[in-house]
């Protein structure tokens, strides 16, 4: 196989292409062929050992001992810590891990005219929570949300910095509509976001990823399907020729049941599934057009057992292969956000991410060969994105490493 | 005598704990005190808890787990097969340290009877035994050692029998088996109750499950396929809105009503209370409803907790006088409705 430059990182890229990735600052930092990235959010705990400053500083806010200022200054410093783990670990481009937000729909809702917030409710299947946006008037946008943090990000790297939004359909579902409609509901919460997005375009952010989890409950309903669409093309709206590359996320289950003219009918310049809680996104990976950039979560954010990087550069390879899409258009991530683990385990999982993204771009070489093991990739822990051997072959090997005079 | 009985209030199973004692764990924590010196101050501040409830007059009991911190790393701390692993938050700035399963899971030694006997020996009133369930630990877990699920959570329910059979055996007339994760998968429901077919197995006590923050709506009614005598809903912060369900498809179990937010510093009112109790009579019969906090109240701090009590006891006072229900207790033998699942379609 030959390996080339990614075609949307030259200046010559024909303009059918999807903004890309290359256009602004990731053109001059990224010099791999692959690259990986966080889903998103990032685990705010401390490595162990280290003081847990972000919690201390809240209650501290609570009590009046420190301002808002003085609680922003924390954040801060957090933030410089996860951006400077996340590029030592290879990736980019990196994220502020979501340190400014209770949850992603709280954020942005408590942002927007038209919300007040309600009560608890689990996000999915996790263990983790989020109040939940009533909605008490349309929602309107009446200021840049996340303007502000990404710019704070930023400015603490060279490298490039991606800014999550919650995208329209998922706010739309997880929110109680109130007296609204869901779908009056969620088509003005596309409006108002479109905003937000062209206020972080405006702002020079080379890469917006939508977060739309809520797709993994479209199935096969028709309204909710075009609702999605629908919903999309109103965000999307002005992009797709403004250098600004965005993103489509879906984690949290399968949503091929939507189908791919759900899914790829807005002009999104790339996707990133999870493909750990939603193997089956596999199949929407198989059709979805080869100019789209595909990344794939992969890295189960879930578990704490270490992928294995074998599995990781399968997954790139075979998404590259796919509607001639080639490996230019291909990243790698995490399944879901890395919250779900602790420190430790999400600093060793972004590690491996980084050196599969670093491998997969490699040219066959020996160095390539003898960091793989080729026993690792098979069906099952391509779908499951875990490598166990049979009870038999964990016999076999673990009696082949045995030292022979053992054996006699 | 009264026609009938019931409305009895009872609480989910934690409560705030006090100052002294949260500044206590974070010193035995971090080695600078003893755990004799922590065992004291977790068994006063249980006595204050029982105290605390017989005092406004709860009907039944818990020991508040003032010697608790996460639901399911408790349990896993105390079972062979775990190890604890890092923080990992679940809202706002709350966080929990997240079980690994490393290896088989099973019960080497009984994990809360001696703190149940202890709270009973304070009181004549009956105490409740507080367990979480095999689902929820397995789900709030990490699993680095079985693959399965099904295998992970049959093997935990095996030793959460162990632990309810002895707090039978102990006397423990009314049985809790938390399992909050239920709701969250539908298609685990079966699974769930497959799970709670053992722990409950020939378990002569009243058992309850206590699920919350989930898809009612979704796993209603097939979450009646658990066999329990009681299932405890967090209503208040859905708005009570699964009661509507009933009219069409009849609760086939005795009821835990959540009549207040747990999550919310604010202390509702009484009539706020009544009326939550009184939708709920309006689809089941008094004889059929236990009432309490939506959830634990571990959240809340010691006066919170007191107030958001107060406030349930209170309601459900005005309710009985006002309809002339007795309260007298249920006898805590496992009733019809333990085995009586989702009502089969016409």
Known sequence: MRYHRPRYLEDDAPASMPPALSRRTIRTTLGALMFATLVGAYPRTPLPGHPFRLRAAYGQLERGEIDAAGFRSVQDDLIRELVAEQEAAGLEPLTDGGIRAEDPLTYVARGL?????????????????????????????????????????????????????????????????????????????????????????????????????????????????????????????????????????????????????????????????????????????????????????????????????????????????????????????????????????????IKVLGEAARLAAMAPSEELAQALDPRAVDIRSAAFGRYAPTARKAAEEAQAAQPAEELA | MTAVNGLWTTSVGSFGKPPELLKARADHAAGRISDQDLDALERAATERWIRFQEEIGVDILVDGEMY??????????????????????????????????????????????????????????????????????????????????????????????????????????????????????????????????????????????????????RAYPTMLDIPVDQIDLEMTNSNFDLLERFRDIPFTKAIGLGVVDVHSHRIESVDEVVRGIKLALEVLPPDQIFVDPDCGLKTRTVDETEAKMRVVVQAVRQVRDELGIGDELPDGKPTEGRHRGAPVPA
Request: hydrophobic share 40%.
């Open chain 1, 113 to 349: 005219e038209g919300f007040e917030i309600s009560g608890l409710l689990r996000y999915f299947d996790t263990n983790t929570y989020f109040r939940q946006p009533r909605a008490i008037a349309e929602p309107r946008w009446t200021r840049p949300i996340t303007v502000e943090d990404w710019r704070f990000a930023a400015s603490t790297t060279k490298k490039a910095v991606k800014q999550n939004v919650i995208g329209p359909y998922t706010l739309g579902r997880l929110s109680d509509a109130g007296e609204i409609a869901q779908q009056r509901l969620t088509l003005a919460l596309a409006e108002a976001l479109n905003h937000e997005l062209h206020a972080l375009a405006a702002a020079g952010c080379p890469l917006i990823q939508v977060d739309e989890d809520g797709a993994t409950l479209i199935g096969e309903d028709r309204e909710q399907r075009a609702l999605f669409r629908e919903a999309q093309r109103i965000l999307l709206d002005g992009f797709g020729s403004n250098g600004t590359h965005v993103s489509l996320a879906i984690t949290m289950g399968n949503a091929d049941k939507a189908g791919e003219d759900t899914i790829f009918d807005a002009p999104y310049a790339s996707y990133l599934f999870d493909l750990i809680a939603g193997p089956d996104n596999w199949r929407l990976i198989a059709r979805a057009p080869g100019e789209r950039g595909i990344i794939c979560g992969v890295v189960d954010a879930r578990n704490t057992a270490l992928d294995t990087k074998e599995v990781l550069i399968w997954a790139a390879h075979y998404a590259a292969s796919t509607g001639g899409r080639g490996l230019a258009r291909v990243g790698l991530s995490p399944s879901a956000s890395l919250e779900y683990l602790p420190r430790d385990r999400a600093l060793a999982k």
């Open chain 2, 68 to 217: 608790r911190g996460d639901m399911a790393t408790y349990f896993a701390e105390e079972m062979a097969g775990f190890e604890i692993g890092g923080l990992v938050r679940s809202y706002g700035n709350r966080y929990y340290r997240k079980p690994i399963a490393v290896g088989g899971i099973r019960r080497t030694h009984p994990i809360t009877v001696d703190w149940w006997k202890y709270a009973q020996s304070l009181t004549s009133r009956p105490v409740k035994g507080m367990l979480t369930g095999p689902y929820t630990i397995a789900d709030w877990s990490f699993d680095e050692h079985y693959g399965s699920r099904r295998d992970f959570v049959l093997d935990l329910a095996r030793a959460i029998h162990e632990e309810a059979m002895d707090l039978a055996a102990a006397g423990a007339r009314f049985v809790q088996i938390d399992e909050p994760a239920a709701s969250a998968r539908m298609e685990e429901l079966p699974l769930v109750a497959e799970a709670m077919a053992i722990v409950t197995d020939g378990l002569e006590a009243h058992a309850i499950t206590h699920i919350c923050y989930g898809d009612f709506m």
